[in-house]
């Protein structure tokens, strides 16, 4: 009689830009069996962002101790038999989120001296504050150098590692002097689970060293000595430190340490796999595979495509997206794209029209205004769309969805948003439409900028919170897009693929195809595009073409004005 297999468990924890959420999940089909989510506390409070100035930085004990409270709390749900039975842990951040480290790759922002320095924390993905930065790394890169850097990831970014590291130490030279090297936060998790954080010796994840730091093997790694050199000698040093090649995230990057094991009451030894990028890890949950793009849809939107390097061959698609070696799955090449706002754009409509309501209830009793607060907050954006639905297509503003830059097409970190064709007669529903609508936009120009480039696009999958709160903006999506759009049955997807890396470092499955096909989520709802819509919102479309061309036009002729005195005066 053959002995029943064994039952194996793992656990995904997905670092995002407010909290940090874990589950632990059946090895054999995905089943979550405990799930945690802890807030940042220092975040939650405001600190250590400054939108006006597009500065967001989060504390390193805001990551400690939000993972030791949400796997704590997940692996409470399952039993004593599960949690013995637990065989790896994966992780996935945002990104690029780097921080300044010691020798040791402590984060400066944890040692006494820089506390509370907001240059010594990690500076989240959407901090722009290096957009001058940027600016100079993409005229170096690109015509400073015999290697073209924008060949495969398009225009770089003030998101990214190279220009936020110029940034901070051109601005504060305590920081130049203390910082050993700079660290992603998904390398640094890795390490610090496994307990070796030594600089030259951790794990560096492919999608954040591919996407984010420029590394790629037509140029055997990072950026060459001389172009790094140019823009200052102090990045060098974070070259030279850089030691090991980055791995697929699927990899058995170390075990859990003895520290950590305890922290987060689970078994020392167990295997640590390597990491990636949360949305990155989505798409692997959502069970990616060729000529289908997964998008994930939450504060900002991350889209994604995976094909072979000989599909590429002849292919020009820097201006719709970069692309970067084994990320999203190994012996892929990884395509990311994206939009700088998503989520975001909404959640800011709405604390527009929160504002009077604020104002008001500060005449109230405090647990009274509290709860107005909470219900308005709760039932103001179901309202609009519900109200959004009714509108006539007469009356049709048009908005562009620039309100955190433009990341693709053709990345512009100084582009701002736009909105057209207003009257007296607008009201919000109005408004909101045009937000939605021009969110969605910005998705199908990246979309036909593939297509146009020979990128084969048959399935598009929608994760992230919005695909399953908002019907209304996913039946427009499908409508704009004239895609079917699929859902799937998964709260936590990114989870689910740091998870899906967990089984596969932990020595369950062998590749990522038979993990996924197991423990990767099932579509439960389709939206379908509706023939009598698609063609108006084509119509539409073409305005919201015309308004992005009218802004292009505009900044151009804004940064004209700026460089006629300098241009005169030589």
């Not at 940034?167 to 910082?179: C, D, G, Q, S, V």
């Not at 060293?209 to 102090?234: N, R, T």
Request: proline share 4%.
């Amino acid at each position: 009689m053959m002995s029943e297999k064994k039952k194996t468990y793992v656990i995904g924890v997905d670092f995002g830009s407010d909290s940090v959420r874990a589950i632990v999940t059946d090895t054999e089909d995905g089943h979550v069996l405990g799930s945690g989510v802890s807030f940042y506390p220092r975040w939650k409070q405001g600190l250590y962002q400054h939108p006006e100035q597009s500065i967001f930085r989060q504390h390193p004990l805001d990551y400690l101790e939000s993972l030791e409270s949400c796997v704590k709390e997940a692996v409470s749900m399952v039993s004593e038999e599960v949690r013995v039975q637990i065989v790896g842990i994966g992780v996935d951040t945002t990104g690029s989120t780097p921080a300044p480290v010691n020798q040791k790759g402590v984060p400066l922002a944890l040692i006494e001296e820089f506390a509370e320095c907001e240059d010594a924390m990690f500076h989240l993905w959407k901090d722009h504050s290096a957009v001058e930065e940027a600016e100079q790394i993409n005229e170096i890169f690109v015509h400073g150098s015999e290697i073209d850097y924008s060949r495969y990831q398009g225009k770089y970014c003030a998101e990214w590692f190279w220009a936020k590291i110029l940034h901070t130490i051109r601005k504060n030279p305590r920081i130049k002097e203390a910082a050993y090297t700079w660290i992603e936060h998904c390398d640094w998790m890795v390490g610090l689970l496994s307990g070796n954080t030594i600089p030259e010796e951790m794990y560096h994840s492919a999608c954040a060293a591919g996407h984010k730091a420029l590394w790629h093997s037509a140029w055997e790694g990072l950026p060459s000595v001389e172009v790094l050199e140019e823009l200052d000698p102090y990045l060098l040093l974070v070259r030279e430190r850089y030691q090991r090649s980055p791995q697929a995230s699927v990899v058995k990057a170390g075990t859990l340490s003895k520290e950590w094991a305890k922290r987060l009451g689970l078994i020392e030894g167990i295997a640590v796999s390597g990491s990636s990028f949360d949305a990155h890890a989505g798409a692997v949950g959502a069970g990616i595979r060729e000529k289908t793009m997964v998008c994930t849809m939450g504060t900002s939107a991350v889209d994604m495509i995976v094909v072979k390097a000989d599909y590429l061959h002849g292919k020009d698609i820097r201006s719709y997206g970069g692309q970067a070696e084994n990320s999203i799955l190994p012996d892929f090449v990884g395509i990311e794209t994206g939009q700088a706002a998503f989520g975001d754009i909404f959640a800011w409509f709405k604390k527009i029209l929160m504002w009077p309501v604020k104002e008001v209830t500060a005449l109230l009793e405090e647990t009274q205004a509290r709860e107005l607060v909470e219900k308005l907050e709760e039932s103001l954006l179901p309202a609009l769309q519900r109200e959004a639905e009714k509108l006539p297509e007469d009356v049709f503003p048009i908005a562009l969805d620039w309100f955190n830059g433009r990341r693709y097409p053709d990345t512009d970190d100084f582009q701002k948003a736009m909105i057209a064709n207003l009257t007296l007669g607008i009201e919000a529903p109005y408004l909101y439409r045009a937000l939605v609508f021009g969110a969605v936009c910005g998705l199908k120009r990246i979309m036909s900028g593939f297509e146009d480039a020979g990128i084969e696009i048959e399935r598009v999958v929608a994760v992230g919170g919005i695909s399953k709160k908002s019907d209304y903006i996913m039946q427009m999506m499908a409508d704009v897009l004239q895609k079917k759009i699929s859902i799937l049955d998964a709260d936590q997807t990114c989870a689910l693929g740091a998870a899906i890396y967990a089984a596969i470092a932990g020595g369950v499955y062998q590749d990522v195809e038979k993990a996924s096909e197991q423990m990767a989520a099932r579509s439960i709802k389709e939206f379908i595009p509706r023939e009598e819509k698609s063609d108006r919102y084509l119509q539409h479309y073409r305005e919201y073409l015309r308004l992005a061309d009218l802004a292009d036009d505009w900044k151009a002729s804004e940064d004209d004005a700026i460089m006629r005195p300098v241009r005169n005066k030589s």
